[in-house]
């Protein structure tokens, strides 16, 4: 079964607004990941938080990780268009620590 | 320091035929991962190899399935007797020696399509 479940599934918002997904998994993490995927292709590595980590920045990216409730969040802030893709959270766990178990994705379209 | 590279990108095959996809990692890797990624949903772990090693097999259907990482070349997933459900995109990843492998770097994935 799937770890993590991204909410909303779809997003559409205008160019400079800020998007955010969400994102939850069910059992002891090491790490959470975010992934951007653009339509037809593959992979894109966004930003990884670690377990013990709270909040993390990259760019105009921000990741907060709550353990406790077992949830994360990735915040685009002034989005463009070329930020429309599938945003995926994707955990590791501590009895597994290589395998990405991956969400479903959320579709975010960014209109100009 | 080129990216992972699969080849095919993309492949028809008719039911019953053999799938054979290629995976070459970056430079400097040694584990490979293969994922499957059925349409609109999120990937799904199937195989986790080391050269010559199968280390965790656990996603990938006992049947019909099969990976290998030989000690030269590239990754091989390979699917015999195909049939329409097995119609996806496959990707996959590597990661670096042990001590750093949280991070993996994805290919640009093989789309399979099965007649």
């Known amino acids: 079964s799937q770890q993590g479940e991204e909410d909303p599934q779809a997003l559409s918002i205008q160019e400079g607004e800020n998007a955010t997904m969400n994102c939850s998994y069910k059992?002891?993490?090491?790490?959470l990941q975010w992934y951007r995927q653009n339509s037809g292709r593959g992979l894109v590595h966004l930003i990884l938080?670690?377990?013990?980590?709270r909040e993390k920045h990259s760019g105009r990216l921000r990741v907060t990780l709550d353990t406790s409730k077992k949830s994360s969040s990735l915040l685009i802030t002034a989005s463009r268009a070329a930020d429309t893709a599938s945003y995926f959270c994707?955990?590791?766990?501590?009895?597994?620590?290589?395998?990405?178990?991956f969400g479903s994705g959320t579709r975010l379209l960014v209109r100009p | 320091n080129a990216g992972v590279m699969q080849n095919p990108r993309h492949l028809v095959r008719r039911r019953g035929q053999e799938a054979r996809l290629r995976c070459s990692p970056m430079?400097?890797?040694?584990?490979v991962y293969w994922y499957r990624q059925l349409p609109e949903e999120g990937l799904k772990f199937m195989v986790y190899?080391?050269?010559?090693?199968?280390?965790?097999e656990s996603g990938m259907p006992k049947e019909r399935f099969s990976a290998e990482f030989p000690k030269e070349g590239p990754s091989i997933l390979r699917i015999q007797q195909v049939v329409r459900g097995d119609s996806a995109a496959y990707f996959c990843?590597?990661?670096?020696?042990?001590?750093?492998?949280?991070?993996?770097?994805f290919g640009p994935g093989t789309r399979l399509t099965v007649l």
């Open positions: 990843a590597s990661s670096p020696p042990s001590w750093d492998r949280d991070t993996q770097y």
């Open positions: 059992t002891s993490i090491n790490n």
């Open positions: 938080i670690r377990s013990n980590e």
């Open positions: 994707a955990t590791q766990s501590a009895g597994s620590s290589y395998k990405l178990i």
């Open positions: 430079k400097g890797h040694s584990h």
């Open positions: 190899l080391q050269k010559e090693n199968i280390i965790d």
